[in-house]
Structures are given as structure tokens and as C-alpha cells.
Nanobody
Framework: QVQLVESGGGSVQAGGSLKLSCAAS????????AAWFRQAPGKEREFVSV????????IYADSVKGRFTISRDNAKSTVYLQMNSLKPEDTAVYYC??????????????????WGQGTQVTVSS
């Protein structure tokens, strides 16, 4: 089992930045792929970004490409999401997720076994 706890959400104006953190505990996390998803009110949970265990390989949703950066520090068992140039449409609850194994090319919510409780991000215009 892996327990995930997100932090760093908040309210910002459009154009601002936030950095989310996801701290993992439990079994070894350093060999797992980790991802961020988000869910806006009335919408499906959608993929944002994923990173492989090494931190060298990433995938981004088109909607955040060039603005968001995912990274990880395995020594701290923590995954980050740096969000720049935020837009009102980025408003959502952001969730951290993890899946066992080194393969990282998974962008569906159904591919992930472990989830955090979510952190709210609100971007005002």
C-alpha cells in the first residue's frame, strides 16, 4: 500500500503560479510511476501529467503543456507539480496518483491504484 498526501493548493489570480506537492508513505515509492489528475465541478477526472520512477520521462496533457512541470524527489518520496501561467480553466481539485511498476505511459484514471485526497486549486480572472 502507498499513502499519498497532497498539499500546496490555494487561490491565485490568472497568470499566477502554484506548486503542488504529493508526499508518499508506505511501501517503496521510488520505483512507481506517479501522476497528477484534476477534477472540476461537474466534470470527469482528467489526466494532467505523469512521471516515471527515474524522473526522466514525462507526459503532459495538451491543455497544460508548456505551463506545468512535473518532477520528483525519490529521496523525499515526493512528487511535485509546478503550475505557471495559471488560467481560470485550471480551477479544479488536483489529485496525486501512483501505480506499481516502472512503466509510465498510462493516462487513464483507471490505471492507477493509489490516490491522494486532493487539493483545491482556484484561479480567478
Amino acid at each position: 500500500q502507498v499513502q499519498l498526501v497532497e498539499s500546496g493548493g490555494g487561490s491565485v489570480q490568472a497568470g499566477g503560479s502554484l506548486k503542488l506537492s504529493c508526499a508518499a508513505s508506505g511501501r517503496t515509492f521510488s520505483r512507481d510511476a506517479a501522476a497528477w489528475f484534476r477534477q472540476a465541478p461537474g466534470k470527469e477526472r482528467e489526466f494532467v501529467s505523469v512521471i516515471d520512477w527515474s524522473g526522466l520521462n514525462t507526459i503532459y496533457a495538451d491543455s497544460v503543456k508548456g505551463r506545468f512541470t512535473i518532477s520528483r524527489d525519490n529521496a523525499k518520496s515526493t512528487v511535485y507539480l509546478q503550475m505557471n501561467s495559471l488560467k481560470p480553466e485550471d480551477t479544479a481539485v488536483y489529485y496525486c496518483a501512483a501505480r506499481s511498476g516502472s512503466s509510465y505511459r498510462y493516462t487513464s484514471r483507471y490505471d492507477y491504484s493509489y490516490w491522494g485526497q486532493g487539493t483545491q486549486v482556484t484561479v480567478s480572472s
